[in-house]
């Protein structure tokens, strides 16, 4: 089984129709039995992030809810914990580059944020790899402050910082640090990665649909890893941590 934890909703840019039928098409293509879906597109975030409630209350057994946080906006607070309280959302997605800011300067936002991910039991995903707004570092300051909160490393860090993302995850206090696994195609950070952390810190993720997911399932089929790393990966992980 695969679960994939880091899928994107698109739309027409003319029509407003959101692609759902190609989304779950290739999950039909690529043996996808559960994805992790968010959309930056809407009228608003918080018509967005609609939209995604909508599609897991009509695909339950396909799909999982990620709701879109942007803390530069007045009303994010009031946001997380709207969506906070749907159960269909079981996560919250920060994406520093899509929304342009650096996440250290957000703290009196993204500080509330956390606590109500914390009390409703939210899991965080942070978009990092692509330039000085998307450091994995600049999270690290809030994932000390809340041990409690599960944060996934999109990208394992991303082409910039893939192997000192390593790094941090070996530090004791960064426990609550998981690595999902898109975009990354670098073997050597891969191999790194593979071989220095262990097996349960890894989320299989397509990025689908701005990375082809057949593709980002065939690239570990290059690396001989072991069928106990594969398995958690691809299932076991998302399983534990989702709860299902």
């Known amino acids: 089984m695969i679960i994939d934890f ?23 293509e690529n043996n996808i039995d559960k994805r992790v879906i968010s959309t930056f597109y809407g009228s608003s975030i918080s018509a967005a992030n609609d939209k995604i409630v909508e599609l897991v209350r009509a695909y339950p057994d396909r799909l999982i809810g990620c709701a879109v946080i942007n803390p530069k906006l007045d009303d994010a607070v009031e946001e997380a914990e709207r969506v906070a309280n749907i159960p269909e959302i079981r996560m919250i997605e920060f994406d520093s580059l899509e929304h342009g800011y650096r996440p250290e300067k ?10 109500i991910c914390e009390a409703h039991h939210l899991i965080v995903k942070v978009f990092t790899g692509q330039g000085f707004y998307t450091m994995p570092e ?35 206090e960064n426990a609550n640090l998981m690595l999902e696994t898109s975009y990354e195609t670098e073997v050597p950070s891969l191999n790194r990665a593979f071989s220095e952390l262990p097996s349960d810190r ?4 397509s990025n689908y649909p701005s990375n082809f997911t057949k593709l980002s399932i065939l690239k570990y089929n290059s690396l001989n890893l072991s069928k106990d790393l594969m398995n958690k990966m691809f299932y076991e992980n998302a399983k534990k941590l989702l709860g299902i």
């Open 106 to 115: 957000f703290a009196y936002n993204i500080c509330p944020i956390l606590k």
């Open 202 to 205: 890894f989320l299989y993720g």
């Open 6 to 28: 880091h899928a994107h909703l698109d739309r027409d840019p003319i029509t407003k129709e959101y692609h759902v039928e190609e989304l779950l098409r290739d999950m039909e």
């Open 138 to 172: 600049q999270w690290i300051y809030y994932s000390r402050q809340f041990p409690n909160v599960q944060f996934v490393i999109e990208h394992l860090g991303g082409s910039d910082y893939a192997y000192g993302t390593v790094d941090l995850c070996k530090e004791k």
